[in-house]
């Protein structure tokens, strides 16, 4: 019984991420106005540490990795090795020392540096991008 | 207690499983029969890493630190309060290190609490945003006659 809650929920999750990848994949975030905004973004013009996700997730899909990697690393570089890092400890059962303080720090980090010296013009900010300008330029 | 492994339900105390063989993990606030000091034995295949003096034994009675849910909820839920569930969940690993169980424990409820606030905020809000934009879209041409 446990297991079958257990496994029809990892069921339903794969589910759900083949639905948003492949929404993702057809409708262009920057085109179409019904696509989620980032709450924290619209009241207060900050960056926050998942601005420029799904942007990122359409533009890797179309395999503009590197623009990706620009519009947030955190989630396209940081988030696989995070991961990973949480299901190593899981599955050997041994601590990674500092593991989540050094998490910690670099969400902070990004979480600034997303922001200085100011919320547009900061390295780190989400580009201006779309898959159709990329794909001009070619 | 059940076995991580196959699910079955083994007797209290057991080592092994009865049903697979796997070796049992005691939940966190168990006390193990073995001497406490003692290193558990090394069945991943993986070469041991050193954890640390810690008083308590190994990672299986540790409490689960939620960083996972907690970096999830902070990348999409664009809300601070993802970034507590990390101070939280920080806050585990080194209160464990330094011994402190029940510091440990409670930053550890407090690490799960916030992953599901951040979470169950922004399922309302946008619940709510999906609700205003159809009666938007339901209640908008009628006002124009």
Known sequence: MYLKIRYSLWGLTVLGVICVAYTLYWHEPTANSWYPRCFLHQYTGLHCPGCGGTRASHLLLHGHWWAAVQMNPLLIIGLPIILAGCAWQKCTKHIIPGFSQIVLWIVLLFFAIRNIPSPTTSWFAPTDMNSKNLEQQK | ?145
């Open chain 2, 1 to 145: 207690m059940f076995c991580r492994a196959c699910g079955y339900a083994c007797p209290d105390g057991a080592v092994q499983c009865t049903q697979c063989g796997s070796p049992l993990t005691p939940t966190y606030y168990q006390q193990p029969n073995q001497n406490p000091y003692q290193s558990p034995p090394n069945t991943s295949g993986l070469p041991q890493i050193n954890t640390g003096y810690n008083p308590q034994g190994y990672y299986g009675m540790r409490p689960p630190t939620y960083l996972a849910q907690a970096i999830l909820v902070t990348l999409f839920c664009c809300l601070p309060f993802g970034i507590v569930a990390i101070v939280y969940a920080a806050q585990v690993d080194s209160r464990w290190a330094s011994g402190d169980i029940q510091g440990a424990k409670s930053a550890s409820d407090n690490a799960k609490l916030w992953s599901w606030i951040g979470f169950g905020v922004v399922a309302a809000l946008f619940v709510l945003g999906i609700v205003i934009n159809i009666i938007a879209e339901v209640g908008g041409p009628r006002r124009r006659f």
